[in-house]
């Protein structure tokens, strides 16, 4: 029988800490990293030893047979007890570290939260879901968590209290969101570390029992919102509102993007500096009558133990960055998806492959991390009370599609929507529009045929207001904005 569950949110508040506090909490962040690297060894030992066993063969030659599925399944939850293959029994290895008076012990539960997440990585590369899991290296774990409120990490008076250590939390009551989380029934508490320029800080994030707070100008519509993601833009069309809106996809991340770029080429001179003889000589090639000058390639072998102050300083400065860019991405899609959510709470899009986004538009998308919104945007639409649909692509092909009924196949390259019927619009605006009217994966054409009237004039106001914000910078080709042969530039309001 599975476990009830109730609707839960995180309240982040930062906790107060001194040079001894700090110190111990680095011990223990660093013992569970080494609990954690060595369950990962134990779990992946004893999944090895369950694929050699000759009964697992059997087993998975079983499970693709058509009506032996459920024999397979009994047979691998035989063999998972056979050789200690399971989440409970990788609990009963954590206690060797958690004796009184070890200098490894964090805390059986939080132990057993380690166990926990060392399991499932595995059981996960068993499946063929992800690659083998990889263990912790010198930058450590970035969060212990406890599995109740009442074990090792407890919350008496707005103070953690830790295995002898006290943890106050540097709350505002003034502050609705830390109000709202302080009052609400807390599940269990997870202890976070960052860094800010090579300082170390710590917070609290409390699991709470309930829904987030929702300030007032956050309040959800009640109409349907179409949205078609690309790498770089997003189009949002409220056909019940006449509204629609395209956008340049997670824009301000560029400027951090940019000074993260210029670090890692000055940690990769200083490198080169003070590791001199982990390079190859440099080399002076001549091209088209000039002389051009290569760096020296890094001889196999060699490591780059040299490191100067000044280069520890521009590492730690970059990881600064990174950690920016992190959170004001988060903050960016937070944004966007509450300006979505007032429109409407019943949000349409094509279900899209993200693993095929980044093989193709790696940069833009390891820099914009549109699954990340996706995630965000279900998150806040549920806790609002509406929900996220994503629509078969290759049923539906609104892309193609015209709502007069025509299907016209189109180059990645044609950004405009030109059918004989007469209906004119930007690719991505018009694929919005029509994501609006699919019910079970299918495109209802007289429902958007009806609702036509007057959403060429919203489509077309989208274009020019995003012309407007964006001139004189770099308009993405996907816009459809530039001058391309017999493609429009821009539609003007009539």
């Known amino acids: 029988m ?30 569970a990293k080494q609990q954690y690297n060595a369950l990962l060894s134990e779990a992946l030992t004893r999944l090895y030893s369950m694929r050699a066993d000759p009964a697992y063969k ?17 047979l691998f939850k ?39 997440r060392a399991f499932q990585a595995v059981d996960e590369y068993r499946q063929k879901k992800r690659g083998k899991p ?12 406890d599995n109740s409120i009442d074990a090792n990490l407890r919350l008496k008076y707005h ?22 989380g302080l009052e609400s029934p807390i599940k269990y508490i997870r202890l976070v570390k960052r860094n800010f320029n090579g300082r170390t800080r710590y917070f609290a994030q409390l699991t709470c029992a309930g829904k987030p707070w929702i300030k007032n100008q956050n309040i959800a519509g009640q109409t349907t919102v179409g949205l078609d993601i690309g790498p770089q833009t997003i189009a949002i069309v409220a056909p019940e509102k006449k ?27 200083q490198l080169r500096g003070n590791n001199p003889d982990a390079f190859e000589q440099d080399r002076w090639l001549k091209k088209d009558k000039n002389w051009q000058r290569k760096r020296g390639k890094s001889i196999k072998g060699k ?87 994503e629509i078969n692509t290759w049923r539906t092909k609104l ?49 958007a045929q009806k609702a036509w009237l007057g959403m060429d004039i919203a489509l077309r106001t989208a274009i020019e207001d995003i012309k407007h914000a964006s001139s004189g910078h770099h308009q993405p080709a996907s816009l459809g904005l530039r001058k391309s042969g017999s493609e429009r530039v821009v539609c003007t309001v009539s």
């Not at 009830?4 to 013992?31: C, G, M, V, Y």
Request: proline fraction near 2%; include cysteine; hydrophobic fraction near 35%.
């Open 2 to 31: 599975t476990k009830a569950t109730t609707p839960s949110f995180i309240t982040e508040i930062p906790i107060a800490t001194d040079s001894h506090t700090q110190s111990i909490l680095k011990k223990r962040f660093w013992a």
């Open 58 to 74: 059997e087993a998975l030659s079983l499970y693709k047979e058509k009506g032996k599925k459920t024999e397979a399944q009994a």
């Open 78 to 116: 035989q063999l998972a007890e056979k050789h200690s293959y399971r989440e409970y029994d990788l609990y009963g290895y954590t206690k060797q570290w958690n004796k009184r008076q070890s200098p490894l012990s964090i805390g059986a539960r939080i132990s057993q939260k380690l166990a926990k």
């Open 134 to 145: 990889r263990y912790k290296g010198y930058r450590g774990i970035n969060s212990i968590e």
């Open 159 to 180: 103070i953690i209290h830790y295995l002898g250590l006290k943890l106050p939390l540097l709350y505002n009551l003034q502050d609705p969101i830390h109000y709202h």
């Open 243 to 269: 509204e629609a809106h395209l956008k340049i996809f997670a824009d301000e991340l560029k400027s951090l993007k940019k000074a993260q770029k210029a670090l890692q080429r000055k940690v990769a001179r």
């Open 303 to 389: 490591r780059l133990h040299q490191r100067s102050q000044a280069l520890k300083r521009t590492i730690n400065k970059l990881a600064d960055t990174a950690r920016r860019q992190a959170a004001y991405r988060k903050t960016q899609h937070g944004k966007l998806v509450n300006d979505i959510l007032r429109i409407g709470s019943t949000i349409k899009t094509e279900k899209l492959s993200y693993k095929s986004f980044q093989k193709l538009y790696g940069a833009s998308v390891g820099l914009r991390a549109p699954g990340m919104f996706i995630e965000i945007l279900k998150r806040k639409a549920g806790n609002a009370g509406g929900r996220v649909e």
């Open 399 to 447: 892309s193609q599609t015209c709502h007069c009924g025509r299907q016209e196949k189109k180059a990645l390259s044609q950004r405009w929507h030109h059918c004989p019927c007469g209906v004119e619009a930007q690719r991505d605006l018009y694929s919005a529009y029509l994501a609006s009217f699919v019910e079970k994966s299918t495109l209802i054409a007289d429902r």
